[in-house]
């Protein structure tokens, strides 16, 4: 059976929990007097191993008394008190707080920030490890009163709190994080130094109110901390984080309750929180009720005392127009800014003017009407108007639903005026905007650092059902006209976002702006917030002295809205209609001739323009060396190209294919003023996707994770040492999301890339692709661009080596024209036979070879191939020599037996001759009278008869060619008598 300690057990206990001192002070007071109850507190003892605890004695200073009261047992481990209670340590009861305090029972709250709380810790440390020289020892977290402050300097500033919880709790804080140039997280680590879980540590930007956060805790120790980098890149002062109400629960208790701080109270006992005094009304701390100001004075909510009223100005009143009445009537109308703080019967003080007299009201907005009422409705479906009367589109024509405010009468309903207050404020003025016929206007604040909003909330997007599918991903436009002046460095913001709370900034306006446009491109159904805000100072200041300075918003106009309203129709093609629509669009690659609504073909690889498929203008004709997409919306390039060259002998052909995937750029560090480093970071999508932009950039460093997409966009990055991803990423925005053309110029439609910035030595030219991007900037009115120029490197084998220009390190030299140097060996033409040669090798033992080789230097890659060596059979030249020889000793043998041959024959001629000759008896020109006409058959011809003489050879050759007949044919010898006698006498000699 298990027993409980003995007594003995609890005094050893006992001993061992005491503190020391209480131990010494025990055997050295015998000669001091007895301690009354206000020399000591109570306080418990650690819990034991059993779970148990001791209330013991601790007087308020040391040697003073003696005789304290002995320890007891106290509660139990377990054991708390309920919210707007505390621990009486004598009954060691829960009793409730008295009027003018509060407790949170389980909990402690820190709303008081005169200094920093104890066990608050706050350091600043260098963000940037590699550079050593920037001093952050006074970079930390600063009271401010209500608030606790981050630091805006570029370092890392931690505030941290340690808690112990005796069961699972809670801690929740209000933050104001309005400036993206800071990166805030919030984390909570236990006694092992390790991060609890959360969903997000890093805060959400709040750019027009505080915020609660909340986070459940574990029990045991937590280490709450709050951590603030700040990265101010543009040079522009940063706004700090700030703190406030910071509440934790899971403690067990607290022994006493607080009392309310200044400006606050609590009127009945048991209270959790105090609440502020309202306006006119003061309250010191401790404060059950709150004291109303004195009639020369004045306060704002949660004031700790009364002002005296400043004499009225003309900063103090505004003026608007009151609602058309039902005759159409209005007037103009001063009023007092609420709450009223000046006074008007002090010396010098401006009075109100009195009301305007009554005028005709303006016209209502292009695509309302005015009722029987003179108030404006919107006009219905398939009507369109100009601010008067609704008009029913014609017969094949569709409204083009847009919003259009032009006329400020009355605050439209889907906008929403609002104060956000730099400094803690519970002013009833909520309006930081009036209308004022043609325009509307900033309103004076409670005070210069106030945040004067007006929003703009839409349903979302549709593009019209005649028009062809968006251009460069445009979804929808807006463009509105404005105008600041500004006596002081006013800031006028325009952002865009999922809804007031969730948005990023678009652009800056500072100081005086005169009347000028602004279009900003929408690209998805999640952007359907607008919200332009006016801040007059940064400095704080507890007088008004900018609230002359007002921003002026003269009109707002919002295409393809869904729900919206029409001021005019559009044709659509005349056929069959949708079910859902009376108009039917044109087919891809038509336009609308206006006034007819009849579908016409655009020219050959064109486009057409979303915003207004209507007239022949709306074919958009692609760029050199760029085709059509599919869908008629975009132009782009299939990564093939041709070039003709200079002298026009030769054509090159390039394929860019390896070089279509998304490739990246991170440029060389950059650092700001105090030496903080930073990169910028390019992505490029070249070419081939059927015009999809893949390239994307995107913003990290929030929840909202905004994202761009085109064919070249730049963010800005930061060391990931800072945080706990591998890359931080913010301000991203579209370089290019349009390409113009792919040329060998060095300019092309507006868009200039000179030599001079990438020089090059080699005689190939370079291909220029050239980029646009839509949306224009306050610096960039025409939009930005972009030219990527690919170079032929043979030696290049990395793909993705790209540079910008050594003149503009970051790209560019007047922040909206941006140059890029791309290298590489598949930016050279396709090789042909042109690109190699043939070497013969000679005859060797009757082989030959012929190999191929690169022509140098080397311009080309890929294409076709060089080709294996060839071998072949060969004759030498020593065979040639002996058939040579051998052929010409033949010639000569035969040469010499037909020298021989007519010799002999010339003989036998001549003989003939001589012989006929002798017959003739010496006569000239008689010849003997032939017996018969040829040698008979068995005649003898005596052809064998030959006489030789000593004439040369050259003139018996001459003599056997007179010896010819004119026909060509040799003279043959008649036989006659005379020659048969001269035979017989001849014969009988030879006897």
Request: contains cysteine; proline residues 5%; neutral net charge.
């Amino acid at each position: 059976m298990a027993r409980g300690p003995t007594h003995l057990q609890q005094a050893v206990l006992l001993l061992l929990l005491l503190p020391p001192w209480l131990l010494l002070h025990a055997g050295t007071s015998a000669d001091l007097p007895l301690c009354k109850e206000s020399d000591y507190h109570f306080e418990y003892t650690e819990c034991d191993v059993l779970g148990s605890r001791w209330r013991v004695a601790v007087p308020n200073k040391a040697d003073i008394c003696t005789g304290l009261p002995d320890p007891v047992a106290g509660t139990s481990c377990t054991f708390s008190c309920r919210e707007g209670e505390f621990l009486d340590m004598q009954s060691q009861q829960c009793q409730k707080c008295a009027v003018g305090t509060y407790s949170l029972g389980t909990g402690v709250a820190f709303d008081e920030w005169d200094t920093l709380p104890t066990g608050f810790i706050s350091h600043g440390v260098n963000g940037n490890g590699e550079d050593a020289a920037t001093d952050c020892s006074n970079s930390t977290w600063t009271p401010k009163g209500d608030h606790v402050a981050s630091n805006t300097d570029e370092c890392m500033a931690t505030l941290s709190y340690a808690v112990s919880l005796k069961k699972p709790g809670t801690v929740t804080f209000e933050y104001f994080y309005p400036d993206n140039s800071i990166y805030f997280e919030f984390f909570v680590q236990n006694d092992q130094c390790q991060s609890t879980e959360s969903e997000n540590r890093w805060m959400k930007i709040t750019d027009s109110s505080w915020s609660t956060y909340g986070l459940q805790l574990s029990s045991g120790n937590n280490v709450l901390y709050w951590r603030t980098t700040v990265y101010a890149l543009r040079g522009d002062a940063v706004k700090p984080v700030m703190l406030r109400n910071i509440g934790i629960s899971g403690v067990s208790y607290t022994s006493e309750c607080f009392h309310c701080k200044p400006g606050t109270y609590s009127a009945k006992a048991g209270s959790a929180h105090c609440r502020p005094c309202p306006a006119q009304t003061y309250s010191n701390k401790g404060a059950t009720v709150c004291q109303q100001c004195d009639s020369d004075k004045y306060s704002t909510a949660g004031s700790a005392s009364c002002k005296p009223r400043p004499p009225c100005t003309e900063s103090d009143y505004f003026y608007t127009h009151t609602p058309c009445n039902s005759q159409g009537q209005t007037r103009l109308m001063y009023k007092w800014i609420e709450p009223k703080i000046c006074s008007e019967t002090a010396k010098g003080a401006a009075t109100l003017p009195a009301s305007g007299a009554k005028q005709d009201c303006p016209p209502c907005n292009p695509g309302f009407f005015v009722t029987n009422s003179s108030t404006c409705e919107p006009c219905q479906r398939g009507f369109y108007s100009n601010g008067t009367v609704c008009t029913k589109c014609p017969v094949g024509t569709e409204p083009v639903l847009a919003l259009e405010y032009k006329w400020w009468n009355t605050m439209p309903n889907n906008m929403k005026s609002s104060i956000v207050h730099r400094q803690f404020s519970e002013s009833e003025k909520s309006t930081g905007w009036e209308v004022a016929g043609e325009y509307i206007y900033t309103t004076p604040g409670d005070q210069d650092t106030d945040y004067l909003m007006l929003t703009l909330n839409v349903d979302g997007y549709r593009l019209p059902r005649s028009g062809a599918k968006n251009v460069s991903g445009e979804l929808s436009r807006i463009t509105f006209v404005f105008e600041t002046v500004c006596s002081a460095r006013c800031r006028f913001f325009f952002l865009a976002g999922f809804n007031q709370w969730n948005n990023d900034v678009v652009e800056l306006w500072t100081g005086n702006n005169s009347k000028q446009s602004y279009s900003y491109l929408i690209q998805n159904n999640d952007t359907n917030s607008f919200t332009w805000s006016l801040q007059r100072t940064e400095e704080l200041s507890p007088v008004r002295r900018y609230s002359s300075d007002v921003a002026k918003i003269y009109s707002i106009h919002v295409t393809n809205v869904i729900g919206g309203v029409a001021s005019q129709c559009r044709h659509c093609a005349l056929s069959s209609a949708r079910g859902d629509s009376a108009c039917v669009p044109c087919p891809a690659g038509h336009y609308m001739v206006s006034g007819t609504g009849e579908c016409k073909s655009c020219r050959p690889n064109s486009i057409v323009r979303a915003e207004d498929p209507v007239g022949e203008s709306a074919c958009v004709p692609c760029g050199p060396n760029t085709q059509r997409n599919k869908d008629y919306t975009a132009c782009h390039s299939n990564c093939q190209l041709e070039v003709q060259t200079q002298q026009g002998d030769n054509v090159l052909r390039y394929d860019f294919s390896s070089l279509s995937n998304v490739t990246g750029l991170l440029s060389s560090p950059r650092f700001t003023i105090k030496g903080l480093r930073y990169f910028q970071h390019f992505n490029f999508d070249l070419c081939g996707k059927e015009g999809r932009m893949s390239a994307t950039c995107v913003d990290n460093v929030t929840e909202s994770g905004r994202e761009v997409k085109g064919y070249v966009c730049q963010s800005t990055v930061v060391p990931s040492g800072i945080r706990s991803q591998s890359v931080v990423s913010t301000q991203p925005f579209v370089i290019g999301d349009a390409l113009i053309g792919v040329s060998t110029n060095t300019s092309l439609s507006g868009v200039s890339s000179p030599n001079w910035l990438s020089p090059s030595s080699s005689s190939l030219p370079d291909v220029i692709f050239y980029f646009r991007s839509s949306e224009t900037t306050q610096a960039c009115k025409q939009g930005r661009s972009a030219t990527v120029r690919l170079r032929c490197n043979p030696t290049q084998t990395a793909k993705d080596l790209i540079k910008p220009p050594s003149n503009c390190s970051e790209g560019t030299c007047d922040g909206c024209t941006f140059h890029f140097l791309w290298e590489s060996q598949h930016a050279c033409p396709l090789c042909t036979k042109n690109n190699y040669k043939e070497i013969v090798s000679a005859c060797v033992q009757g082989i030959q070879r012929t190999t191929y080789v690169w022509q140098q230097p080397l311009q080309c890659f890929g294409g076709v191939s060089l080709p294996a060596q060839k071998v072949s059979a060969c004759v030498s030249l020593d065979f040639w020599l002996k058939f040579g020889v051998s052929t010409g000793t033949i010639a000569a043998a035969l040469l010499i037996g037909v020298s021989c041959y007519f010799w002999k024959k010339t003989r036998k001629l001549q003989y003939k001759y001589s012989k006929l000759v002798d017959s003739s008896g010496n006569k000239e020109c008689e010849l003997p009278t032939a017996d018969s006409c040829a040698i008979m058959e068995g005649e003898d011809a005596e052809d064998d008869i030959m006489y030789f003489t000593k004439k040369p050879f050259f003139s018996k050759i001459k003599s056997y060619s007179r010896e010819r007949t004119s026909d060509g044919f040799d003279s043959v010898p008649l036989k006659s008598s005379s020659s048969q006698r001269l035979r017989e006498e001849e014969d009988s000699e030879d006897e």
